[in-house]
């Protein structure tokens, strides 16, 4: 019931002392509270802080941490929870939750569920909830394999995979919301002020995410139902905002044209 990412490879520039694990990856973000729990115990995750063999981090429910790896990015949405393990191969085990995976730097490494197993190499969306997994594609190709039976997944197609059966797909994602307010004419506001985002779409669960301008980096991401939804900006600077739209079945769209606020005054 669990997501496996085999890796190899340690993060560069991270030696660990002989007694201890190996660092494998690095926090590069968090926001809010996250927790690593390693061999010492528990404790707050904080940011530039080594992930090891063993390891795991945990996201609250309105929280999100970004791990780097040598050539990918894994970004945890609220409410996840990866455990690294393993021996010769290291596997990211995740146990719920949604991770955004980029890898366009080379292949993404295989991630393997009870239901599938996926490799590739771009921009896909993994969520996983009691024994689906499912899986979108936003850039790059992927496939899925279950139960016997291998899909290929190009950009803006997804797939839908239950225990024992094989993959549901290629299907077509939801699309893109349009319409956003604030848009391409910035709205400005104070850190910590209440911002009323809106936008235009059919479907019944989104998600929106938050991003400083001049960087792919995911400062904030939440899980919503119909708009309008109310966003509070903490940090001062130019930021991006995006909604995408998730279909009945949970398979996540690709996102929406973006909007832009300015946190200053």
Same mark, same amino acid.
């Given at each position: ?19 201890? =694990? $190996? ?11 996250a ?6 115990? +528990?404790?707050?995750?904080? #940011?530039?802080? =080594? ?15 970004? @791990? ?12 996840? #929870? ?12 995740? #146990? ?12 993404? @490494? ?25 899986? +979108? ?7 899925? %394999?279950? =139960? ?7 950009p ?13 797909g ?9 319409? @956003?307010? $604030? /848009? ?7 850190? /910590?002020? *209440?911002? +009323?985002?809106? !936008? *235009? ?12 301008? /001049?960087?792919?980096?995911?400062? &904030? %991401? ?5 708009? $309008? !939804? +109310? ?9 991006? !905002? ?5 279909? =009945?079945?949970?398979? #996540?769209?690709? $996102?929406?044209?973006?909007?832009? &606020?300015?946190?200053?005054?």
């Amino acid at each position: 019931m669990a997501v496996l990412l085999a890796i190899a490879h340690p993060v560069p520039g991270s030696p660990a002392p002989a007694s201890a =694990a $190996p660092a494998l990856a690095r926090l590069s973000f968090v926001e809010r509270r996250a927790d690593l729990q390693g061999a010492a115990g +528990s404790r707050p995750a904080t #940011e530039g802080s =080594a992930v090891r063999l063993g390891d795991r981090v945990r996201t609250e429910v309105d929280a999100v941490a970004r @791990l780097e790896l040598p050539w990918m990015t894994i970004t945890m949405g609220p409410a996840s #929870e990866v455990r690294f393990a393993g021996d010769y191969l290291l596997a990211a085990v995740l #146990e719920h939750g949604r991770l955004q995976l980029l890898a366009d730097k080379g292949p993404i @490494l295989k991630l393997v569920t009870e239901e599938a197993e996926v490799h590739g190499q771009g921009w896909a969306v993994v969520r996983r909830a009691g024994r689906v997994t499912l899986v +979108s594609v936003l850039r790059g190709r992927f496939f899925v %394999q279950g =139960a016997g039976r291998t899909i290929a997944l190009a950009p803006g197609t997804g797939a839908v995979v239950r225990a024992g059966v094989p993959p549901a797909g290629p299907l077509a994602l939801p699309e893109p919301p349009h319409g @956003l307010s $604030p /848009g391409s004419d910035p709205r400005y506001a104070a850190p /910590g002020e *209440a911002l +009323s985002l809106s !936008w *235009a779409s059919p479907r019944e669960a989104h998600q929106v995410e938050v991003l400083p301008v /001049g960087s792919d980096d995911v400062l &904030i %991401q939440r899980d919503v139902g119909a708009p $309008p !939804w +109310s966003l509070a900006i903490p940090w001062r600077g130019a930021f991006r !905002w995006r909604v995408s739209a998730r279909d =009945a079945s949970g398979l #996540e769209g690709p $996102p929406s044209t973006e909007g832009l &606020i300015s946190v200053d005054r």
